[in-house]
Nanobody
Framework: QVQVVESGGGLVQPGGSLRLSCVAT????????MAWYRRAPGKQRELVAT????????TYADSVKGRFTISRDGAKNTINLQMNSLKPEDTAVYYC???????WGQGTLVTVSS
């Protein structure tokens, strides 16, 4: 059994910043590629960023390039998403995924509004 838990969401003004964290626990036997997804109101879920299992190589959706940074934070299956220069269109529920296990968290809500 694997548990995936996101945290760090909240209400922030446009131009502000938030840092999301994701921790995967349980039957974890390897370092896995992981990813952040988001689902905005009325839209399909989209891939925001990924980080590789080795080397922590990152990829980003065009919509967040230059503003968001995905990283590993010590533990091999703990990742973060630093979100800067937030825009109202970033409002969404953000989900963490352990890719090879297809394990998902419950999501954390980010609301960008004045």
């Amino acid at each position: 059994q694997v548990q995936v838990v996101e945290s760090g969401g909240g209400l922030v003004q446009p131009g502000g910043s938030l840092r999301l964290s994701c921790v995967a626990t349980g039957r974890i036997f390897s370092t896995y590629a992981m990813a952040w997804y988001r689902r905005a109101p009325g839209k399909q879920r989209e891939l925001v960023a990924t980080i590789s299992s080795v080397g922590s190589l990152a990829t980003y959706a065009d919509s967040v390039k230059g503003r968001f940074t995905i990283s590993r934070d010590g533990a091999k299956n703990t990742i973060n998403l630093q979100m800067n220069s937030l825009k109202p269109e970033d409002t969404a529920v953000y989900y963490c995924r352990v890719n090879a296990l297809d394990a998902w968290g419950q999501g954390t809500l980010v609301t960008v509004s004045s």
